[in-house]
T-cell receptor, first 109, second 113 residues
Framework: AQRVTQPEKLLSVFKGAPVELKCNYSYSGSPELFWYVQYSRQRLQLLLR??SRESIKGFTADLNKGETSFHLKKPFAQEEDSAMYYCALSNTGGFKTIFGAGTRLFVKA | DTEVTQTPKHLVMGMTNKKSLKCEQH?????MYWYKQKAKKPPELMFVYSYEKLSINESVPSRFSPECPNSSLLNLHLHALQPEDSALYLC????????????FGQGTRLTVV
């Protein structure tokens, strides 16, 4: 069965501190993993995907198949990073994307 | 145009009403989706259309009826809803395939009274 677990509902850090949002997944095949972000009063949008191995807004995420994890990291958090972050997984066919419960990141000044 | 547009933004309907939610995209995407999002919960997949054909129905009650009139439009017809169906309904589109980004609309906030 497909499952995405984000264990933290809320993560609060100070500006300039490192941040790590955890994501673990369960999937029998080879997954495609994404991080989506929703800023206040904005639509849900893609932040990054594992296959492109890129850094967006200073965020990176590495797929660890051994630990079935796809944690999102940023070395120095900014206030504008405050948002809701969802880890998501697409199945082999690509049409079924499921979301984790989400982690609200709050970056304090 | 890289947006998914949903109308209306807000909808209040009675349990005996019939209403429709509309979604439009002009990015040439071949996959379109309906998600339901309750407060403080993640989006839950309801339906997927691929090349204008329904490819996934996540066991959604028949009081929700999707329709894809063409590759740019997606409707969700609502009839005899219950108060617990009140939620934010999100439409999304993508090229399809595993590594493709889903573009989301702003959603329709539905209240069933």
């Amino acid at each position: 069965a497909q499952r995405v677990t984000q264990p933290e509902k809320l993560l609060s850090v100070f500006k300039g501190a490192p941040v790590e949002l955890k994501c673990n997944y369960s999937y029998s095949g080879s997954p495609e993993l994404f991080w989506y972000v929703q800023y206040s009063r904005q639509r849900l949008q893609l932040l990054l995907r594992h296959i492109s191995r890129e850094s967006i807004k200073g965020f990176t995420a590495d797929l660890n198949k051994g630990e079935t994890s796809f944690h999102l990291k940023k070395p120095f958090a900014q206030e504008e990073d405050s948002a809701m972050y969802y880890c998501a997984l697409s199945n082999t066919g690509g049409f079924k994307t499921i979301f984790g419960a989400g982690t609200r990141l709050f970056v304090k000044a | 145009d890289t947006e998914v547009t949903q109308t209306p933004k807000h909808l209040v309907m009675g349990m005996t009403n019939k209403k429709s939610l509309k979604c439009e995209q002009h990015m040439g995407h071949r996959a379109m989706y309906w998600y339901k999002q309750k407060a403080k919960k993640p989006p839950e997949l309801m339906f997927v259309y691929s090349y204008e054909k329904l490819s996934i129905n996540e066991s959604v009650p028949s009081r929700f009826s999707p329709e894809c009139p063409n590759s740019s439009l997606l409707n969700l017809h609502l009839h005899a809803l219950q108060p617990e169906d009140s939620a934010l309904y999100l439409c999304a589109s993508s090229w399809g395939g595993r590594d493709t980004e889903a573009f989301f609309g702003q959603g329709t906030r539905l209240t069933v009274v």
